[in-house]
């Protein structure tokens, strides 16, 4: 049974990353991501069948071309479609319990907005407040029935959640951080509790950091220039979630 809920996690977190991939795409176009709206190649036009829509599968087989045009597609699809799944094989792999699988399936839940989020903070440096809502409400639930944290944890974390990125956004008016960086707060605080949300925040502006550093010193961004948060604190926080008690060992708080 463990073996098959890996694969089952595997194949939908990859369905999962390519859905994630169209919002923030079409969100980023201005285009509806939801009705009756078909995806299209976007060199021809031409609406893609069911076949060619499979994650990773329809890509490997198509050798990364139209079926129609043969115009290259982004490997942007393969790519999101291969982390999103191996995101969801590893936490399935870390909190699997065949005795208790509503926990499971709230899990998976989660990671929607959680991809969503990241990936539209990536292509359009924005997160979308129904995704940040459902998150918060989300995670609450999964904190709930998990039974991972006390009350009184929840409610400090999301306490500190909210006001370290309300803090920053008030007095840099919201030059530095948007408002949706708050509700990213307040989910990462309901889900992961106190003291680990403060340490999950301090480790995604290092993650930033490392990551911004090169290109400052190529000067391909400037001090200036606006840098997505959204995937840092995401990667951070589900470190945090999945090794918790590594971490707080780490920093000595257990």
């Avoid at 139209?66 to 191996?86: N, W």
Wanted: glycine share 8%; aromatic share 12%.
């Amino acid at each position: 049974m463990f073996f098959f809920f890996i694969l089952l996690s595997a194949v939908l977190g990859a369905a999962i990353g390519s859905f994630s991939l169209v919002v923030a795409k079409r969100t980023m176009r201005g285009e509806s991501w939801w009705g009756a709206s078909r995806s299209r190649c976007s060199s021809c036009k031409n609406t893609l069948s069911w076949c060619q829509m499979i994650p990773i599968v329809s890509f490997l087989c198509l050798r990364g071309r139209c079926r129609r045009c043969d115009s290259h597609i982004s490997r942007d699809h393969i790519t999101v479609e291969m982390i999103t799944g191996a995101v969801y094989a590893l936490s399935t792999a870390v909190i699997f319990d065949p005795g208790r699988l509503f926990p499971l399936l709230l899990w998976w839940s989660v990671l929607i907005p959680v991809c969503i989020n990241t990936l539209s903070d990536l292509y359009q440096m924005k997160v979308l407040d129904s995704m940040n809502i459902a998150l918060i409400v989300l995670g609450s639930v999964y904190t709930l029935v998990s039974g991972s944290m006390t009350l009184s944890s929840y409610l400090w974390g999301v306490m500190v959640g909210f006001f370290v990125f309300a803090v920053q956004f008030f007095l840099s008016r919201g030059r530095a951080i948007g408002s949706g960086d708050i509700y990213l707060g307040v989910a990462m605080g309901a889900l992961l509790g106190w003291p680990l949300v403060l340490i999950s925040i301090f480790f995604a502006y290092i993650l930033g950091t490392v990551y911004v550093l090169p290109l400052l010193i190529t000067r391909k961004v400037k001090l200036r220039s606006r840098i997505p948060l959204a995937p840092f604190l995401m990667v951070s926080m589900l470190i945090c979630l999945f090794w918790g008690r590594t971490v707080l060992h780490i920093f000595r708080l257990t």
